[in-house]
């Protein structure tokens, strides 16, 4: 007689009566015993009595998270994208989640590309913007998520010496989270936060001594509230000054 | 035998279909192992299917084991993250891919416990491979079961989850579906054949 069946074998592990040809296979059979006892173990694990279990998707941010995490990886990995520093890279977690589309990561380094070529050609240096005040450097800012343009930012050195970070840019309220201005070096690793937007228009007065033009990246983050100091990486809008 | 073989593409459109209807719609790929390959080759839509088929199994499992929703949360995302950084490490000839992963999940588990106990005795790395073992003892078996039979799709998942989670009897569940006895065993005894067939690969990878 030839082996038994998965199917029979299944069978025979819930209770299905056994004819007398199966029964003697089985006796003699050990690859098939074996085989049933692997049904039998699974039915067994099935129905240990324990209390049912419930399978639980992960909020959405948790995969925002890992997205993020990888194209931070893989941009660091290329060394950057077309020889471009490595900016902008940080973060696009805005960008919609489950757009079911590939090529995500090259969509988030495609932007890395724009705000660095912008950054490069619109070089605003030592242009006079009022009476009192010098502009000293200026970036178009993008919106990470969309890549469109998201307002200006610029450095300017007022009478007394004071230097000021000037940001406009559509402001919009986040839930349970601030809007924090940041200054970022290109390699992406030191940075200093300025402050907290809180509305179109921000200016950040620059420590006196720091010197800014080693953190040329401006960059604008949601950070929970939640009382933690360091960049939730969630970069919302960036721009690279021309210095 | 034949049976075996299938059986086995039985359970894989159980799968596709359920993905179609569900979450992947517009996934390209044509099957798991395809996915699989393509995550090894460094293909981002795969890791985006990874985590639609097996980030509720990372997340429930590490949930269970740490009992703190947040905890689970940072679990989940660092299984995900160090599955992509790791990809090289993964050889699609030796087992599924959500295999692999849960295996990252539960050393992952077992880092969050030990940073969170003051036990001198898992500092060793022989002591938390001991834990990770703990970890993917009977409560992980559960899990990986529900997953599994979630996994098979309807009406195969319903009717065994009935019969064996619920303990119905087979002419409870025909009555309820309103389903022939004869079809309600037949789901039941090709459920379990498909169980069967995936749960070798859980074995294989752990």
């Known amino acids: 007689m030839s082996h038994l069946d998965d199917d029979v074998l299944a069978g025979f592990a819930v209770g299905e009566a056994r004819d007398r040809s199966s029964s003697e296979h089985l006796a003699q059979c050990a690859d098939c015993r074996a085989r049933a006892e692997d049904f039998a173990r699974l039915v067994t694990g099935l129905t240990d009595g324990g209390e049912r279990v419930t399978l639980e998707s992960p909020p959405e941010h948790v995969w925002r998270g890992v997205r993020s995490e990888v194209i931070t990886f893989e941009a660091d990995s290329r060394g950057g994208v077309d020889g471009l520093p490595r900016v902008a890279l940080l973060s696009s977690k805005r960008r919609k989640v489950r757009t079911w589309s590939a090529g995500w990561v090259a969509g988030a380094a495609a932007t890395a590309g724009v705000v660095g070529g912008i950054g490069g050609t619109l070089w605003l240096s030592g242009i006079t913007s009022a009476p009192g005040e010098t502009t000293v450097a200026s970036a178009p800012l993008a919106d990470l998520a969309t890549e469109a343009s998201a307002g200006q930012a610029h450095v300017e ?7 000021v970070l000037v940001v406009d840019t559509d402001y919009s309220q986040v839930a349970d989270a601030s809007i924090e201005v940041w200054m970022i070096d290109t390699e992406v690793e030191g940075m200093i936060s300025l402050g907290y937007l809180s509305s179109d228009h921000g200016e950040f007065v620059i420590p006196s001594g ?30 690279i000054l021309g210095l | 035998m034949g049976g075996v073989d299938g059986a086995a593409g039985v359970s894989n459109v159980a799968l596709l279909e359920r993905k179609g209807e569900s979450m992947v719609v517009n996934s390209p790929h044509p099957d798991f192992a395809t996915i699989d390959a393509a995550f090894a080759r460094g293909d981002e839509a795969a890791l985006e299917a990874l985590y639609c088929d097996v980030s509720s199994l990372v997340f429930t499992l590490a949930k269970r084991a740490l009992g703190s929703d947040m905890d689970a949360e940072d679990v989940t995302q660092q299984t995900f993250v160090s599955a992509w950084k790791g990809r090289d490490g993964y050889d699609p000839q030796r087992g599924p891919l959500r295999a692999w992963v849960v295996g990252i999940a539960k050393r992952r588990i077992a880092d969050a416990l030990a940073a969170r106990s003051r036990d001198v005795r898992v500092a060793s790395e022989a002591a938390r491979e001991a834990f990770v073992a703990e970890v993917g003892g009977r409560e992980m078996d559960r899990v990986l079961l529900a997953y599994e039979v979630e996994s098979l799709g309807d009406p195969q998942a319903q009717v065994v989850s009935m019969a064996f989670f619920d303990g119905h009897t087979h002419e409870d569940i025909a009555q309820r579906l309103d389903m022939p006895l004869g079809t309600v ?13 995936r749960w070798e690969a859980w074995d294989v990878a752990s």
């Open chain 1, 157 to 163: 050195v007022r009478d007394d010496g004071t230097r």
């Open chain 2, 185 to 197: 065993k037949s789901h039941i005894r090709r459920g379990l054949v498909a169980l069967r067939n």
């Open chain 1, 210 to 239: 720091f010197d800014y033009s080693a953190y040329p990246i401006v960059d604008i983050s949601i950070e929970p509230n939640d009382g933690n100091p360091a960049h939730s990486g969630e970069s919302i809008t960036r721009g």
